[in-house]
């Protein structure tokens, strides 16, 4: 996941918090917070065809899909989550949402042709993805946070990009016992075909983001120094963009012996 494969605008969100509309971190990034509730729009279907084309494209640059987790009551968005199984070159599940592109996000002016995504995540082949599994929240968490990072820019009319950074709550708390992962990045899907980046239809352009867990202290090193010296910092430590719970930060002090 190099420095140089990513770039865009970057906004730090959070679920219950709003802020000035000048505050900015001291890397540069705009910080935008959220004091009022999400908004709850109509109960939701999905469009067929929108999720056949979704369905195509993964298909087409990923593999195929072994598993759909339909959800069977959706409010504003009908968000279901496409399984493709590890395979060739991909020793990882991939797991993608068809939905979040339904409707456009509310992308400040001049950048229209981000209004519309889609969210991936990429788990370890050990990963338990059976619906008892997802009975405990230690297994369950990456596709809880996909959910709700899908319907964040349609509940608080706002927008998600890639190095859009995002807190578990303020301050951020852990996804699920057994992680201190409590933070977001979001990043161009680096792991998978350049082709899958983006899907053409019709009326819209779908850009694909990889959802990428981080500590606290990672966020914050984004936050005041930017994004390319977190990709950095993660490089320097080997970590991907496959999730590993169980990591530590790339932030934390190394232990010295004398």
Known sequence: M???????????????????????SAGGSRIQRYRDGPKEGPLAAGDP????????????????????????VSTTIHVDIHHVLPGSGRDYHTLVTSGMSELPMHVPEGLEEFAYAELVVLLPRSWPLTREAFQDERHYWPIRTMKILARFPHEYSTWLGT????????????????????????TAPVSLPEEFFTLELEDRRIHFLTV???H???????????????????????????IDARRKSACAKRRRWF
Do not use: F
């Open 163 to 186: 190095e859009h950074t995002l807190p578990n709550g303020n301050p951020p708390e852990p996804y699920a016992e057994g992680t201190e992962l409590c933070c977001t990045v979001l």
């Open 216 to 242: 606290a202290d990672e966020m914050e090193l984004k936050l005041n120094q930017g994004a390319d010296a977190l990709y950095e910092r993660l490089e320097e430590h080997g970590i991907s963009d496959v």
């Open 212 to 214: 990428v867990p981080l």
């Open 2 to 24: 190099g420095a140089s494969q990513v770039r865009a605008r970057q906004t730090r969100a959070g679920a219950v918090i709003v802020a000035a509309d000048d505050e900015t």
């Open 49 to 72: 065809e929108h999720i056949e084309a979704i369905s195509a494209h993964i298909e087409r640059h990923v593999g195929p899909i072994g598993m759909v987790w339909h959800e069977s």
